[in-house]
């Protein structure tokens, strides 16, 4: 799981180019919206495409995405349950 988070990171870091962020800058249990990483919803979009593109995972509910997308961690533990590729 370990190795898994810090690739979301990495690919988090890519597609939305967070330049001056590291992988060491994002803890597993900051939050990616508001006062954490300050993502919004655009990112939200982009996260959502990433999962699609690289874990076959397709979000039927965009509500879903509050709570997978609330810290790395959540995010890991749903990619982990719910990815194809």
């Known amino acids: 799981m370990a190795e ?7 690919q988090i870091i890519e ?5 001056d ?4 800058d994002i803890q597993d ?7 954490g990483l300050g993502l919004d919803s655009i ?4 996260l959502i495409v ?3 593109k690289q874990y076959g995972i397709k979000l039927a ?9 609330a810290s790395i961690n959540t ?3 749903f990619v982990e349950q719910n990815r194809t590729k």
């Open 4 to 10: 898994l988070k810090n690739l979301l990171k990495q």
């Open 15 to 19: 597609v939305l180019n967070l330049e």
């Open 21 to 24: 962020i590291s992988v060491a």
């Open 29 to 35: 249990d900051d939050a990616l919206f508001g006062d």
């Open 43 to 46: 990112d939200a979009l982009e």
């Open 50 to 52: 990433l999962l699609d």
């Open 61 to 69: 509910d965009p509500k879903q995405g509050k709570e997978i997308f």
């Open 75 to 77: 995010l890991a533990a």
